[in-house]
């Protein structure tokens, strides 16, 4: 299942004028296969003013990513945060995957699991940063403002 949310993005949309709207809130993908925690990310960053898409396994993930860079109007993350372990693909297949296609999409990794060697190949992989779960949301919140300014340089 894949979700998108944006609070009040419709709202007056057609009463804007283009040339004085704001600039697109950066749009963020969060895969996880626990409800749970995609939900608490998403309103964590629909309150900060995200866009944000949701995946609920490596599969859903990849779907997204392939139908944002296929869409008329490009629908691609501008950010990933994504689980390691889920059903189907892992968060580090996918992150390789992206390196290998040139894709440089800043990627965050949270994970139950985290072990040296997890770290030591998500930083070889490029991934923005790893958390390990349990964590604050203020650090994910952190993650995602860093990753966001390098990422746009």
């Given at each position: 299942?894949?979700?998108?949310?944006?609070?009040?993005?419709?709202?007056?949309?057609?009463w804007?004028?283009?040339s004085?709207?704001?600039?697109r809130?950066?749009?963020?993908?969060?895969?996880?296969?626990q409800?749970?925690?995609?939900?608490?990310?998403?309103k964590m960053?629909?309150r900060?003013?995200?866009?944000?898409?949701?995946?609920?396994?490596?599969?859903?993930?990849?779907?997204v990513?392939?139908?944002?860079?296929?869409?008329?109007?490009?629908?691609?993350?501008?950010?990933?945060?994504?689980?390691?372990?889920?059903?189907?693909?892992?968060?580090?297949?996918?992150?390789?995957?992206?390196?290998?296609?040139q894709?440089?999409?800043?990627?965050?990794?949270?994970?139950?699991?985290?072990?040296?060697?997890?770290h030591?190949?998500?930083?070889?992989?490029?991934?923005?940063?790893?958390?390990?779960?349990?964590?604050?949301?203020?650090?994910?919140?952190?993650a995602?403002?860093?990753?966001?300014?390098v990422?746009?340089?």
């Amino acid at each position: 299942m894949v979700h998108e949310q944006t609070e009040g993005a419709a709202r007056g949309a057609a009463w804007k004028n283009p040339s004085t709207a704001p600039e697109r809130a950066p749009r963020i993908l969060v895969a996880d296969d626990q409800r749970e925690m995609r939900t608490l990310i998403r309103k964590m960053l629909v309150r900060r003013g995200y866009e944000v898409m949701e995946a609920a396994d490596g599969p859903a993930l990849v779907r997204v990513l392939i139908e944002g860079l296929t869409a008329d109007e490009s629908r691609a993350p501008d950010l990933i945060i994504t689980d390691v372990r889920m059903p189907g693909f892992t968060g580090l297949e996918v992150l390789a995957r992206l390196r290998r296609e040139q894709w440089d999409t800043p990627v965050i990794l949270i994970t139950a699991f985290g072990d040296a060697k997890l770290h030591g190949e998500a930083e070889r992989l490029g991934a923005a940063c790893v958390l390990d779960k349990p964590f604050e949301l203020e650090t994910l919140r952190n993650a995602v403002e860093a990753a966001l300014s390098v990422a746009r340089g």
